[in-house]
């Protein structure tokens, strides 16, 4: 068993881009801090795979350089309870952005669980880990699952190395499982707000405790219109601002990944300019300058 978790281990750390990847943007974002006389305002993105693939970073920052300073964390599969104890955690441990945005749409804003792949190794301390658990009303095997995968490499990525190994050895493997996509039903006014709007007073109470302004951010997916106008409006309810750089109704097929839900390179060249210009603006506005300079 302990050579098992020492390979896993090294495997981790040698083999995963998601874990070099996520560990270097957590590294960058604990050094958020209030920006200095003149200097641009820092702001921690947070989002899972709808921004990892809708935004070109290397182009966001190149837009926004004179505006804000982005410390972006993109896990995949990431919803609202991994960020409300991921975000605990990065205030614990020093980082003091002046702006927290989050990337959510209605699904991962009203899902009821973590990520037990990288979430609770690279987001969570053992405290959020019991936290979350009991959030979560999580039973005594779902918890011990939760806790071995904030201590264990094995655990926490051993779905993960399943799936590659079985790609390796099954040809078309992905190809024996299409996505089907199912009509989900979306909450709409008043069940909507219900839902949604105590959490996102719950994100902006915690951001404000440690000096943070919160935004949300909500990336287009297909057909999601009126879902974006529901989350837009339980945002202002929660007395927080939204950020709709890109109408979905605005963007063509063409624009999508085959799983028809994340954006493809074309999305993301449309999707990353309009990001960068909603946030200088709002970010600029709230700073007192525009869309350039600092206090």
């Not at 609202?80 to 959510?104: E, N, S």
Request: positive net charge.
């Amino acid at each position: 068993m302990a050579g098992l978790e020492l390979s896993f281990g090294f495997m981790l750390k040698r083999r995963s881009s998601t874990y070099a990847r996520v560990s270097r943007q957590y590294a960058d974002a604990l050094t958020a801090q209030p920006a200095a006389a003149g200097g641009p305002p820092s702001v921690l993105l947070l989002g899972n795979s709808l921004l990892l693939d809708g935004v070109n970073e290397p182009r966001l920052h190149q837009l926004t350089s004179g505006t804000v300073r982005i410390y972006p964390i993109f896990l995949e599969g990431t919803g609202y309870h991994d960020w409300v104890y991921g975000l605990r955690r990065l205030f614990r441990r020093g980082a003091r952005p002046q702006f927290v945005v989050i990337g959510l749409e209605v699904n991962t804003s009203l899902e009821n669980s973590v990520r037990e792949e990288y979430g609770p190794m690279l987001l969570f301390d053992a405290g959020d880990v019991l936290d979350a658990a009991s959030d979560l009303k999580m039973d005594r095997t779902e918890t011990s699952n939760l806790l071995l995968a904030h201590y264990s490499a094995f655990w926490s990525t051993r779905a993960i190395f399943r799936r590659r190994i079985l790609r390796s050895m099954v040809p078309g493997f992905e190809g024996l499982f299409p996505v089907i996509r199912r009509a989900q039903s979306v909450p709409q006014g008043a069940e909507l707000d219900t839902l949604a709007v105590p959490r996102l007073r719950n994100l902006r109470d915690l951001c404000e405790a440690n000096g943070a302004t919160l935004l949300l951010l909500i990336p287009p997916t297909p057909s999601s219109e009126g879902a974006v106008r529901g989350m837009a409006s339980a945002a202002r309810k929660a007395g927080i601002q939204s950020l709709v750089p890109v109408d979905p109704a605005t963007l063509p097929e063409r624009c999508y990944q085959a799983d028809a839900i994340h954006l493809n390179p074309e999305g993301a060249a449309i999707f990353t300019p309009a990001l960068a210009n909603d946030l200088s603006r709002a970010v600029g506005t709230m700073w007192g300058f525009g869309s350039s300079g600092g206090p």
